[in-house]
């Protein structure tokens, strides 16, 4: 049986579909508080409002130097989360930036 709900952590972003966003806009769902877990609450809005949520490993929740470069090698990273103790403008030109070989089609 199952009792709970998607749950999509955030960190990394999110893609949302137009249909989604029009669905989220026009329901009763909103974050109770300024501080409210919003990764949480879009998770269970989703299920209320039949928005199928798809996780992605290509959304990374830490920073480049966390992973081994073998595994982000084999997942070609969308984005990542964690921006301390680096410069985003390095991560974004070293792994981010389109290469002929590593453009994402699935998006």
Known sequence: EDTGYAYITGGGGMVLSRAAVTKLLTSSCGCPANDSPD??????CSEMLGVHVVHSQLFH????ADYSKGYLSHQPPVSFHKHWNNDPFKVYNNWL???SENKHTEL
């Open 97 to 99: 930036v389109e290469k």
């Open 61 to 64: 929740q830490a920073r480049p």
């Open 39 to 44: 990764d949480m609450i879009l998770g269970m």
